[in-house]
Nanobody, 124 residues
Framework: QWQFVESGGGLVQPGGSLRLSCSVS????????IGWFRQAPGKEREGVAC????????KYADSVKGRFTISGDDAKNTTFLQMNALKPEDTAVYYC?????????????????RGQGTQVTVSS
C-alpha cells in the first residue's frame, strides 16, 4: 500500500550531524503519521520520532530529545530527521514508517509499513 524512498544515512564522527529523508507515496490518499524507528545489531527496534502530518505536531523518544528534529514537507510527501550531536549509541539502521505515533514510539515491533532502512554509523 505504501512505498518508501529513504536516504541520508552514512558514517559520522561523534558529535556530528546527519539528515535522513523519507519520501512516502501510495496509501490511497489516506493521511497517517510518519515516523522513524531504529534497530541496532542484536537489539530490538526502538522508536525515535514521529510527526502527525495533519497538524505538524511531533513526538520524540527520550533518548533523542533535544538532539533530533523531525519535520515534514507535505507538498512533497517527504519527512526529514535532522540528527545532531550524534553518539555511538545512535548507530543503527533507521527505518521510516507510516503508523500511529504511539505505536512507532512505544511498540515499533508492531510496525509493518516501513521503508528498507538506511544505515547510520557513529564512530571515530
Amino acid at each position: 500500500q505504501w512505498q518508501f524512498v529513504e536516504s541520508g544515512g552514512g558514517l559520522v564522527q561523534p558529535g556530528g550531524s546527519l539528515r535522513l529523508s523519507c519520501s512516502v507515496s501510495g496509501g490511497n490518499g489516506d493521511v497517517w503519521p510518519i515516523g522513524w524507528f531504529r534497530q541496532a545489531p542484536g537489539k530490538e527496534r526502538e522508536g525515535v520520532a514521529c510527526i502527525i502530518t495533519s497538524d505538524g505536531s511531533t513526538k520524540y523518544a527520550d533518548s533523542v530529545k533535544g538532539r533530533f528534529t523531525i519535520s515534514g514537507d507535505d507538498a512533497k510527501n517527504t519527512t526529514f530527521l535532522q540528527m545532531n550531536a550524534l553518539k555511538p549509541e545512535d548507530t543503527a539502521v533507521y527505518y521510516c514508517a507510516v503508523e500511529e505515533c504511539w505505536i512507532i514510539l512505544s511498540r515499533p515491533h508492531l510496525v509493518s509499513s516501513r521503508g528498507q532502512g538506511t544505515q547510520v554509523t557513529v564512530s571515530s
